[in-house]
């Protein structure tokens, strides 16, 4: 019984095996390339790893990636028919919670709009709404979102957010599916998109998404480069329907120097660092599915290759 340990995003492969084995001492921990016998492999952890390299392991159980995008699994040919786990804790990463509420308050304190006006030394007070007339609104929500948009919601301000399956009355005002999603842009002055890439969602801010939103909105994108059409981005910003836009992922990355996106002077270019994942985080979720494996437990934390998430 032994778990294949991929180079991971962050960190080095000998720091993930000693913090696996604070939680799981007895587990057999493989470094690749050094899969030893392919047999022994019932579960493989993925970071930086090409699916095309992975040898054919014929007891393999479950995937478990490192990452919270699952598309570089889900679209690849060569991912095996076993069942992904998701890897991140059940009630957030709080470093995506901080980062999202980061870049909310950014631009609900208008900092795009004074560090503009300090480019041109200009001292000009811009008016400021209070937290609850600052209208939020989350594109998914999910284990990612919901954190921060609960910790927005205590502070007062205008939470809601769209999703595709119904919930139960909440706190948070919730729009359900393809028909609702018109009416959520209507209200939302502070666009966050955490959706997952599915062939729905792809494309999904585009020209007719842009427009529904209100006059002199912000967009953030954590989620994933593909879901955004950048030539309708940019036009929206351009024309005054948006007022800025701070993007953490985008379609190529890293960014091309020739990309117009750095240079817009009404868009953030963040690296994609919303999420440092760390092996402390990981590995519980990690340890409990391979507790559960062993005792004859179906898995936690499944992801449903249908939906894709």
Request: hydrophobic fraction near 40%; charged fraction near 25%.
């Amino acid at each position: 019984m032994a778990l294949l340990l991929t180079p991971p995003v962050l960190g080095d492969q000998i720091q993930w095996r000693e913090s696996l084995l604070k939680l799981i001492p007895d587990l057999d921990i493989r470094l690749w390339p050094d899969v030893g016998n392919p047999d022994d492999i019932l579960y493989i952890l993925v970071g930086r790893f090409n699916l095309n390299d992975l040898p054919e392991l014929p007891n393999l159980r479950a995937i478990m990636p490192m990452f919270a995008g699952l598309e570089h699994l889900l679209f690849h040919p060569r991912c095996p028919s076993v069942p992904i786990l998701r890897t991140g804790l059940p009630d957030g990463d709080k470093s995506m919670t901080e980062y999202t509420i980061l870049h909310v308050l950014r631009h609900h304190r208008q900092m795009p709009d004074y560090l503009d006006q300090q480019s041109r030394a200009e001292w000009k007070v811009l008016d400021q709404k209070q937290p609850h007339e600052q209208r939020v609104g989350f594109m998914g929500f999910g284990q990612m979102a919901e954190s921060p948009g609960r910790i927005l919601s205590k502070m007062g301000f205008d939470v809601a957010a769209w999703v595709i399956n119904e919930r139960e009355n909440d706190e948070i005002k919730f729009y359900i599916g393809a028909k609702s999603l018109n009416t959520f842009l209507a209200r939302s002055d502070i666009l966050v998109c955490l959706l997952p890439i599915t062939n729905k969602t792809r494309g999904i801010i585009n020209s007719k998404t842009l427009q529904r939103l209100p006059k002199g909105a912000s967009f953030i994108n954590l989620g994933r480069g593909e879901h955004i059409i950048e030539a309708d981005l940019i036009q929206s910003l351009d024309s005054g329907h948006l007022s800025n836009a701070t993007l953490d992922a985008t379609i190529q990355e890293p960014l091309p120097k020739n990309s117009p996106l750095w240079n817009h002077p009404k868009i953030t270019i963040m690296p994609h660092v919303a999420r440092r994942v760390r092996p402390e985080n990981v590995g519980i979720q990690v340890a409990e599915n391979i507790r559960r494996d062993r005792l004859g437990l179906p898995f936690l934390w499944e992801v449903d290759r249908e939906a894709g998430y």
